[in-house]
């Protein structure tokens, strides 16, 4: 499976972004997607999931109230709403996948990874 994430660039602090997140097979087959993000010199960290059977979502607590997850399995797309964007939510994007499994929140339970995109903040 390829993802390709896009939608990142520069924002203003207060502003809002989508990003979105392209598979290259269908989403239905993906257990869960997520979003994750990696600020420089700092660890990969869990931003958002959405399970396809349920429809369930997951946030980072830090993130729940300004960050929207969804999911569009007729387009094979996962898309990230960001609002309310501060210069801490600066960093890399990473779109992820992974077909069976349990857990959402670490990386290393996904299987598939996008290449990122950056998003900055400016105050």
């Known amino acids: 499976v390829q993802l390709q994430a896009s939608g990142g660039g520069l924002v203003q602090a207060g502003g809002s972004l989508r990003l979105s997140c392209a598979a290259s097979?269908?989403?239905?087959?993906?257990?869960?997607m997520g979003w994750f993000r990696q600020a420089p010199g700092k660890e990969r960290e869990f931003v958002a999931a959405i399970s396809r059977i349920s429809g369930t979502t997951y946030y980072a607590d830090s993130l729940k109230g300004r960050f929207t997850i969804s999911r569009d399995n007729a387009k094979n797309t996962v898309d990230l709403e960001m609002n309310s964007l501060t210069p801490d939510d600066t960093a890399v994007y990473y779109c992820?996948?992974?077909?069976?499994?349990?857990?959402?929140?670490?990386?290393?339970?996904?299987?598939?990874w996008g290449r990122g995109t950056l998003v900055t903040v400016s105050s």
């Open positions: 097979e269908p989403t239905f087959s993906l257990n869960v």
């Open positions: 992820a996948a992974r077909r069976s499994g349990s857990g959402y929140r670490s990386p290393s339970q996904y299987n598939y």
